[in-house]
């Protein structure tokens, strides 16, 4: 059977030592001078000297390719007020910040380094399948964009697996169901290996 191609950016599903996952996260600030959009599922980064009034990290939406750390993903957003509800009071139908902002925006960002998440391979022209070799290996993300709702972001397979540490997230195997079997658009456990708040290590 053929995978679904789904794609949905990173989903938080699992702690590597806990094994449950409780939702916890911290809110961030995306500024109005940020020329990115967002959706949930979407992977960030930490804005370098930035930040709300009140003194809340502000991030930017994270560069895909080696040695690009990550923040976070974002599971909740459109907040206006930081402690404040998750949305924008004006226009209740939003579902992605856009890419041109008039107001800064409040997302919620699962930054726990040890939190596994699920994500789907990219299956474009010259993708090349993850197999059962690549389980515990590096690749990187390849960014895509929203559809208004929920994030394009997959796995980059357009190029092959690696041990290096210098890959964005470490495949930890299939999402075991019985939807999903290695090929095209497989859906993959990663968890963040370029992660601004732990150090990388090589895969096996």
Known sequence: MANLNAPSGLAPVMNMYTSTYNGQTRRYFIPSTDTNAYAIGDPV??????????????????????????????????????????????????????????????????????????????????????TAADVGKGCNLKSGANNGQISGWVLDTTAASSTSSTRQVRLLGLARRGDNVFGQFAKWLVLLNQHELKAATVGV
Do not use: C, H
Request: charged share 10%; glycine share 16%; aromatic share 6%.
């Open 45 to 130: 980064a930490t804005l370098t000297g930035a930040g709300d009034t009140l003194g809340v990290s502000a991030v930017t939406l994270a560069t895909a390719g080696a040695s690009n750390a990550l923040r976070g993903v974002i599971t909740a957003m459109g907040g206006l007020a930081e402690g404040g509800p998750g949305g924008d009071l004006a226009n209740l139908s939003l579902m992605a910040i856009p890419a041109t902002k008039t107001k800064g925006y409040y997302v919620n960002v699962v930054d726990d380094p040890m939190v596994v998440f699920e994500v789907q391979e990219w299956g474009g022209a010259s993708f090349t399948a993850f």
